[in-house]
Each structure stands twice: as C-alpha cells, then as structure tokens.
C-alpha cells in the first residue's frame, strides 16, 4: 500500500520563523502536491512537482517554495512564518504524470504560527 | 478562474436513509471527477471517480453520476450507515497535473 508520510503531526511556530514541512512517499511516484485545508475552504494547492528538481506554483504561492532534489521527497519552505498561514498542510502524491490519477494524501501537519 | 460549487455544505440524515451531495465546476475541457472523503483526524481518501465517457458509475452503496452538458456531478450514497460521517471533497481536474476541490460537505449520519 502507498505511504505518504509527513515528518510532523503538529507544529507550533512563532512569526517570523523559516519552517520546514517534510514530505517522503515510498512507490516512486512522479507527482507530488503540498495542500493547506482551511474550514470552509475546502483544499487549495500551494505548490506541486512533476519531476526532480521541477516544482510549479498552484493557487496560493505566495508565502511558500518548495524543494524537491529527491524523487521521494517533497518539502514545503515558510521563508517567515506569519499567523495567516496557520492551518492543516496536506502533502499528496500520484503515480504518472497524468491528470488521471488517484491522488494518495498524508495525515497532515496541523501547523500554529503564534 | 477554475472552481467548483459544493452543496450543502452541511448534510444530516437518518441512519437508512439516501444523501446526495452535488457539484458544479467551470471547466468544460475536465475529464476526470473524483470524490474524497475524509473522516474526522485522518487523511482524505479517495471513494469513487468518474471519467468524462461514463454518465454513471455505482459502487456498492456508493454512485456518481456526471452531467457534462451542465457541467454537473453528484455523489449519492443510500443506506446510509454512522460510519458514512466524514467530510466529502468533489474535485475536477484542469489541465495537467491540477486537481480543484470543493469546499467539501459535512455528512452526519444519525442513528
């Protein structure tokens, strides 16, 4: 079975800070997302990759970069952490670079930037 | 832009009883619609999908139908069971690689 495993199940920042969320999956797959979850929201896409080293931005970049210099692992960067970007960060992955895949989620990082 | 309307965005029914929850989305050139569920503190999975050449699939309790002239879709899910409460996310796919979700529904199931 796929597993899609993030580093932390809850972060506590403070304003200002540079936070890392990590992001391994394990079945060589190419695509990987990085979501934030807000209520009422629904999920929005930050950032994804198709490929080592390619990342593309999504609906709400600003704020963020990412990191992808292995296959298996997909970082999201908070260059300064501010308490607007306190929510739940979803990392996904999918097998083929085709839209018609099943996207496999981790458990998430509920981050609070303080 | 790309988006898609969920409704409601809040759904009790009574255990037994059918729940139907639907979309619209913007972007006719989409082929790809599936639905997540995400229940309460666990990661959203995904239940069932359609693709643009089918009008109806079932699974189990479980169906979507998809109406691509009104660029319409809907989860319908009968006999419904407490373990059926959980968040339901519609999406669709626009262009490569970019799934939009809904804002999601929140299904209770009262026994």
């Known amino acids: 079975d796929v597993k899609v495993t993030q580093s932390s199940r809850y972060l506590v920042k403070r304003t200002g800070e540079k936070v890392f969320l990590e992001c391994v999956q394990d079945m060589d797959h190419e695509n990987m997302f990085w979501y934030r979850q807000d209520p009422g929201l629904g999920l929005r896409l930050i950032y994804f990759s198709y490929d080592v080293k390619m990342k593309e931005k999504g609906d709400i970049p600003e704020g963020y970069s990412v990191s992808r210099e292995k296959k298996e692992r997909f970082s999201l960067i908070l260059e300064s952490a501010s308490t607007n970007q306190t929510s739940m960060y979803l990392c996904a992955s999918s097998l083929f670079p085709s839209v018609d895949e099943k996207l496999f989620f981790g458990s998430g990082t509920q981050l609070s930037v303080l | 832009g790309e988006n898609v309307e969920q409704h409601p965005s809040t759904l009790s029914v009574q255990e037994g009883d059918s729940a139907v929850i639907k979309c619209t989305y913007s972007?006719?050139?989409?082929?790809?619609f599936p639905w997540y569920k995400q229940e309460l503190g666990k990661r959203p999975q995904l239940i069932i999908d359609?693709?643009?050449?089918?009008g109806e699939k079932k699974d189990q309790r479980i169906a979507v139908t998809l109406n691509k002239t009104a660029k319409h879709f809907s989860l319908h899910i009968t006999e419904t069971q407490p373990e059926d409460s959980a968040v339901y996310f519609c999406a669709f796919t626009s262009g490569t690689y970019k799934y939009i979700f809904g804002t999601g529904t929140r299904l209770k199931v009262l026994a």
């Open positions: 972007d006719s050139a989409s082929n790809y």
């Open positions: 359609i693709r643009s050449n089918v």
